[in-house]
């Protein structure tokens, strides 16, 4: 007779195996889209653009990896960069077999798209109208893959040094596919919901920053706490890599979010401009707050705080003016310095602060979106309260909150049924030898 675990891992993986071949998500147009009255034309400088925006948000990932893994302990090093590696080669090939299509085919019921361009069928290198009529539609998919492959990357930071790296893996897959796309459809796809509301959202806030976020506060919640924390040292062993990856980081999101424009005029030129601005007020801000709270200028916090501002000018970023976005670089250093204290008072070990950063950076910029909006910058945009259109903070709160609860029962899905099949966490003897060599066999450093 079967055993009963074993059936439910081959139940599970037959029924998520076939949801994913025909009825899931969609990943999205991060950006607002030509005027219908614009011709679909490929403009050499347009499209230029939107590759080079693709490679720095590619090397956001990567970027990521050294991020989180100078933040963590020696013994963990490897396996915590690899995370980002490896969901760079897995999610690329997912979308390329049905994540793209999933995303930006036919839609159904404003909640997920077809799977018409499936294998990339009929996604060639003629414009498509609908998304972006002045480049090669494979170089749009490209644009959009690099988000599709960091949101899942971001949430290795909440269950570092202590997850399977087999129940990663496929955590990973079924994430992008049943949480990812799904979000991005509603808020960036023709057709979905949250779109059609009016929600904006210009390069991820909702989409990539609340998900991931939300999604790694139930990881770290349903995974527990590392085996001594509070009781031993767990501080970062290599500060100055952590400060490396959110420079790259910072350098790479200029393609995320000024990318976002589609195009090299502009808009863009906004968008770079206030991308950078709250970046550098975020830094300050966190650096500052430290410095009065600890008595010391704590250098991870500056990389930190960088983080942070970009986070939240991510939704806002095509929309709003520079002094907006020194406000909205305040605001999120502000905010998530403090709820990097809220963690520690309530006690749950989201070990890199992916919640704090991601989930309430992100959560604060797409509502300062509905704040300082204005059509000034973006006409296809809309404006927000402070330029007379209070209904704007209203339908933001909406995809705020949509997203939130999306991915966290999702994802605690997703979780409990790899948790009761194949484990989540490695077991006490790994964890203490770390992961580098329990899960990979090898070391990231040798002594």
């Known amino acids: 007779m079967i055993h009963f675990k074993t059936w439910l891992k081959r139940a599970v993986v037959g029924v998520t195996a076939g949801a994913a071949a025909l009825a899931l998500p969609a990943i999205a147009w991060a950006q607002t889209a030509t005027p219908d009255s614009a011709p679909a034309k490929i403009d050499s400088g347009d499209t ?14 990567p970027a990521l990896g050294f991020f989180y893994g100078g933040l963590v302990r020696k ?14 080669a897995l999610i690329s090939v997912q979308w390329v077999l049905f994540g793209y299509s999933l995303a930006f085919g036919p839609d159904h019921w404003g909640f997920i798209g077809g799977l018409d361009w499936a ?10 109208p609908d998304y972006a009529p002045t480049i090669p539609h494979q170089a749009y998919m490209l644009f959009q893959m690099m988000f599709a492959v960091i949101t899942p990357a971001l949430i290795t ?19 992008a596919t049943l949480v990812y796309d799904p ?16 929600a904006l959202d210009f390069a991820g806030g909702t989409v990539v920053h609340i998900s991931s976020g939300v999604a790694a506060l139930v990881a770290a919640l349903m995974l527990g706490k ?7 040292p767990m501080e970062p062993h290599d500060a100055t890599m952590t400060i490396l990856g959110a420079g790259l980081l910072w350098f790479g999101w200029f393609g995320f979010n000024a990318g976002s424009a589609l195009a090299s005029g502009g808009l ?48 806002a970023s095509g929309y709003v003016n520079p002094l907006a976005s020194i406000l909205i670089g305040f605001g999120a250093g502000a905010v998530c310095y403090g709820a990097v204290q809220l963690k520690n008072k309530l006690g749950f070990d989201d070990a890199l602060d992916v919640w704090a950063v991601h989930g309430i950076g992100g959560t604060f910029g797409a509502l300062a979106t509905g704040l300082f909006a204005t059509v000034l910058v973006n006409q296809a945009g809309g404006n927000g309260l402070f330029y007379g259109n ?58």
Not at 299 to 315: F, H, K, M, N, S
């Open 268 to 315: 863009a030129t906004s968008a770079f401009v206030v991308t950078n601005t709250a970046a550098a007020m975020g830094a300050l801000t966190w650096m500052t707050l430290s410095w009065m709270h600890e008595k010391q200028p704590s250098a991870i916090g500056g990389a930190a705080g960088a983080v942070a501002g970009l986070v939240a000018i991510t939704p």
């Open 48 to 61: 230029a653009w939107v590759l080079a925006s693709g490679a720095l948000v590619m090397l956001m990932t």
């Open 226 to 232: 590392r085996l001594g924390l509070g009781d031993e």
């Open 119 to 128: 294998g990339l069928n009929g996604v060639g290198l003629d414009p498509n």
């Open 75 to 88: 013994k963990n090093v490897l396996s915590t960069i690899f995370y980002s590696f490896l969901i760079l």
């Open 157 to 175: 930071g909440a269950f570092a040094e202590r997850k399977r790296f087999k129940a990663f893996v496929i955590f990973s897959l079924l994430w």
């Open 183 to 198: 979000i991005a459809h509603w808020v960036w796809g023709a057709g979905g919901w949250l779109h059609s509301l009016g």
């Open 390 to 447: 209070p209904g704007q903070l209203g339908v933001q709160l909406i995809a705020v909150l949509a997203s939130w609860a999306y991915s966290g029962v999702m994802t605690f899905v997703l979780l409990k049924l790899i948790d009761v099949t194949i484990g989540l966490r490695v077991p006490e003897h790994e964890e203490l030898a770390g992961l580098d060599v329990t899960q990979h066999g090898e070391l990231a450093y040798q002594v």
